[in-house]
């Protein structure tokens, strides 16, 4: 069954730029039915839906996000990446990973999360 | 964006006792294949969230049978038939019918 493990720095300064990665393994990336998201949750609260993208860069985007976040994929290294911009505290997470079954309307497998913390 | 509201937001129960969880979306969930894209998912204590139901009644694969979804438009509920001590955590519902994918506030289940 496919897993997915994010990785990236733990700690960003306020102003910079967040970015992190996932690496699918037992799931190709090409698979057309997915897409490949990104759902973060700060310390002690929800869940927060941030975006999704497919094999061939079809993305949707959190309207409230949109201005920062860019979603990409790397089919070759079977990954898909996040980076959000001008960072503050607000963006303390742990960030996971997810895939999207479009049929299914559903994010069936999630990465285990990290947490992003932005601090000077 | 479409604004999902659960309740309660905490919910103590005693083992072997059923439970229920609401979950009200601001607009129909039901598209126009038929089917109602409102997913719930469980998120155990230091776990990431893991797929309970989706398309509003369909349960995961893995998932016991003492675990229901039911409901259609705006109006949903999750149902645990007989509550076990390995079903705490905090529950979300989430809808995927259109762009930001909302998710409720969350419930949490405690053994009583």
């Known amino acids: 069954q496919p897993q997915l493990q994010e990785s990236g720095p733990g700690l960003v300064k306020p102003s910079e730029t967040l970015s992190l990665t996932c690496t699918v393994s037992?799931?190709?990336?090409?698979?057309?039915?997915?897409?490949w998201g990104w759902i973060r949750q700060p310390p002690g609260k929800g869940l927060e839906w941030i975006a999704n993208i497919n094999y061939s860069g079809n993305a949707y985007y959190s309207p409230s996000l949109k201005s920062r976040v860019t979603i990409s994929v790397d089919t070759p290294k079977n990954q898909f990446s996040l980076k959000l911009s001008s960072v503050t505290a607000a963006d303390t997470a742990v960030y996971y990973c997810?895939?999207?079954?479009?049929?299914?309307?559903?994010?069936?497998?999630w990465g285990q999360g990290t947490l992003v913390t932005v601090s000077s | 964006d479409i604004v999902m509201t659960q309740s309660p937001l905490s919910l103590p129960v005693t083992p072997g006792e059923p439970a229920s969880i609401s979950c009200r979306s601001s607009q129909s969930l039901l598209h126009s294949n038929g089917f109602n894209y409102l997913v719930w998912y469980l998120q155990k204590p230091g776990q990431s969230p893991h797929l309970l139901i989706y398309?509003?009644?369909d349960r995961a694969s893995g998932v016991p049978d003492r675990f229901s979804g039911s409901g259609s438009g705006t109006d949903f509920t999750l149902s645990i038939s007989r509550v076990e001590a390995e079903d705490v955590g905090v529950y979300y519902c989430?809808?995927?019918?259109?762009?930001?994918?909302?998710f409720g506030q969350g419930t949490k289940l405690e053994i009583k």
């Open positions: 037992g799931d190709s990336i090409s698979n057309t039915i997915n897409y």
């Open positions: 398309l509003g009644s």
């Open positions: 989430m809808q995927a019918l259109q762009a930001p994918h909302t």
């Open positions: 997810a895939r999207y079954n479009w049929n299914q309307g559903n994010s069936d497998y």
